[in-house]
């Protein structure tokens, strides 16, 4: 029975650490994008789709995590990811995340596409740079509306 006890305690410790449902470091210059393959360079607008098992999806830009999350089953995933532009490195969750699309913020699939943590930031750098705002759900509308235009 002791046994039996040991086993079980065991047990769920692994299931609790092989599904852990968070993010995982960036390894910059090393790491590959999954979508487009390029490798993750630009620690300002990397992204990450964390399924709900616990696998980590790593992408150099939030465009190409949109992209790639059309070719998956999105009930699976449990969290999706960006560098905050205000902290480089910082992955936060992009769905309550504010993005800014500016001409004038270069980003490495060329959408110019930054996040940002909170909407204050946001603004502070639409008004310094010009763009537009967008909530995670605005912005997928925005590359459906976007993607529609080029499959016609």
Request: aromatic fraction near 14%; glycine fraction near 4%; include cysteine.
């Amino acid at each position: 029975m002791q046994t039996l006890k040991h086993y079980s305690i065991i047990a769920l410790l692994f299931l609790f650490f092989c599904c852990n449902v968070s993010p995982k470091p960036i390894d910059y210059g090393s790491d590959g994008c999954y979508f487009c393959k390029m490798t993750i360079v630009d620690k300002v607008h990397a992204a990450e789709i964390v399924t709900k098992k616990g696998k980590v999806y790593k992408f150099d830009a939030t465009e190409c995590m949109i992209n790639f999350k059309d070719e998956f089953d999105t009930t699976e995933i449990g969290l999706y990811l960006s560098n905050n532009y205000s902290e480089p490195e910082e992955l936060i969750d992009a769905t309550k995340a504010t993005f800014l699309i500016s001409e004038n913020i270069s980003s490495p699939m060329g959408a110019f596409l930054s996040a940002f943590k909170n909407r204050a930031d946001a603004e502070n750098t639409k008004a310094e740079k010009t763009g537009a705002l967008f909530t995670w759900e605005e912005l997928l509308i925005y590359f459906k509306d976007k993607s529609d235009v080029y499959n016609q």
